[in-house]
């Protein structure tokens, strides 16, 4: 048994990995950061496989293929996990930041899903999970083009889902709130540790929960009773003041300046 797991070196990726370990799979783990992923391989025995690689680049996702054609790996369950935001002005980011974050968080899961989703589908079996997140549901101003790039992965998510269903293959949206890794230091750098929210989970809470609702053929996963009681709630709200209070919010955070 064989999957594929991106983001693999920290955080929810690497719990996933761990987990999907422990059921047994032999786990191809990408991510940039190699020392983290050979650390991996050794805490789970071999069973995930080390294979860095820079996904927001051109040609990674042929290059995650022919890593596992090579060795004649079918991939049963893909994850689609790595992926970066950057708080701020959206006026201030870069054009090749912003497009490294759209390579990675939109074109590189949308093309491995296209890539492993053509192999599941011909065998009539296969898991797909997309780690979008609770930002993918509302419009984030000063996070802007990281929301835009998740409510991408849901969208993709739950098309696919339809798509892919009648061939035995199932596709999950995992759309967590807050979790506690590494993210928001990396996407934010005046992050406070006193900013941590009181709801915040724990990776292996995050990881679970998701496996666990794409073994089960569920179309979305939001772990936590407040994630989903906020989801519920922006259903009804109109758009216009969602992202005017999350505005506020940010701007109360003096993430504008
Ligand atoms: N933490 C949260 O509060 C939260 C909430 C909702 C959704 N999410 C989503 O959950 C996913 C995992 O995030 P996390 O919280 O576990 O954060 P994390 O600890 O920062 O993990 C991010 C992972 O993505 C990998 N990655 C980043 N850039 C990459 C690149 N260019 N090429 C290959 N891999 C790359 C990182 O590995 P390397 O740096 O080694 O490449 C790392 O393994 C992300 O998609 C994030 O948007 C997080």
Request: a neutral charge; glycine letters at 8%; aromatic letters at 8%.
């Amino acid at each position: 048994m064989h999957a594929l797991v991106t983001g693999a070196s920290s955080g929810i990726g690497r719990e996933i990995a761990r987990q999907l370990s422990q059921k047994g799979y032999t786990v191809v783990c990408c991510a940039r950061t190699e020392e983290a992923l050979s650390a991996l391989s050794e805490q789970t025995e071999g069973l995930c496989l080390p294979f860095a690689v820079d996904l927001a680049e051109q040609g990674a996702s042929e290059a995650v293929q022919a890593f596992c054609l090579e060795r004649g790996f079918c991939i049963e369950v893909l994850v689609n996990c790595a992926g970066f935001g950057a708080v701020g002005h959206h006026v201030r980011h870069t054009a090749g930041s912003l497009a490294q974050m759209c390579r990675l968080n939109v074109n590189t899961p949308s093309e491995l899903c296209s890539i492993f989703g053509k192999g599941m589908r011909d065998r009539g079996r296969g898991f797909i999970l997309n780690v979008s997140s609770v930002a993918g549901f509302m419009p984030i101003p000063y996070f802007a083009n990281y929301s835009a790039s998740k409510a991408f992965l849901c969208s993709l998510s739950d098309s696919l889902h339809e798509e892919l269903r009648p061939y035995g293959v199932y596709v999950c949206c995992l759309s967590p709130g807050p979790v506690r890794t590494q993210f928001h230091v990396r996407s934010n750098p005046n992050y406070a540790d006193d900013e941590k929210s009181l709801f915040s989970l724990s990776a292996e809470e995050v990881a679970e929960a998701g496996l666990r609702g794409l073994f089960e053929g569920r179309r979305l996963v939001v772990p936590g009773f407040a994630n989903r009681c906020i989801i519920w709630l922006e259903r009804f709200l109109p758009r216009p003041l969602v992202s005017r209070f999350l505005a506020l919010k940010s701007e109360g955070r003096k993430l504008t300046d």
